[in-house]
């Protein structure tokens, strides 16, 4: 049985992980408006990555006996003034994920509550991975600087992201 602050923080976190998917699908829109189908593609690859993300949470709150309360979502930004302004936002965002994810760590530790604290885990790396691949974006798009020709080829690399899965 989770604690109630245990499951209260992790019901945050499910609503930080839709607010996520939220995020990208406005990104996934920006681009697709741009005409940019392989970020777009990469953003929407991303925003259904979120999700798994919050289901993972949800799933693992009802196999402990608590009960998930959804909230309501806020309200994602639109516009951007360029690819590498989304990509800065979402590494941001990625580093602010990874500090709450954190924080709910500390809560687990703090309650003693060994099975949180392991499942966590595997959120912890799944934020250095997430890092890791937003800034690998943000490199090539520094390298790429006002290089439309790069941005193209960039653009088709993008659009090869395969459909998320869940690892174990
Ligand atoms: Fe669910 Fe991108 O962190």
């Given amino acids: 049985m989770l604690s109630t602050k245990m499951v209260n923080a992790i019901n945050e976190q499910i609503n930080a992980e839709m607010y996520s998917a939220y995020f990208y699908l406005a990104m996934n829109s920006f681009f697709e408006s741009k005409s940019l189908a392989g ?77 949180s604290g392991g499942f966590l885990q595997w959120f912890v790396s799944e934020q250095v991975e997430e890092e890791a691949n937003v800034g690998a974006v943000v490199d090539k798009l520094k390298l790429i600087g006002t290089d439309t020709s790069g941005l193209f080829v960039l653009d088709q690399e993008l659009g090869k992201r395969l459909p998320p899965t869940m690892a174990p």
Avoid: C
């Avoid at 693992?60 to 800065?88: C, D, F, H, T």
């Fill in 39 to 115: 970020f777009s593609h990469w953003m929407r690859m991303q925003a259904q990555e979120e999700m798994l993300h919050a289901m993972k949470l949800y799933d693992y709150v009802n196999e402990r006996g608590g009960q998930v309360v959804l909230e309501a979502i806020a309200k994602p930004p639109a516009q951007w003034n360029s690819p590498m302004e989304v990509l800065n936002d979402v590494l941001a965002h990625e580093q602010k994920v990874t500090g709450l994810i954190n924080n709910l760590m500390n809560i687990a530790l703090d309650e003693r509550d060994h099975a």
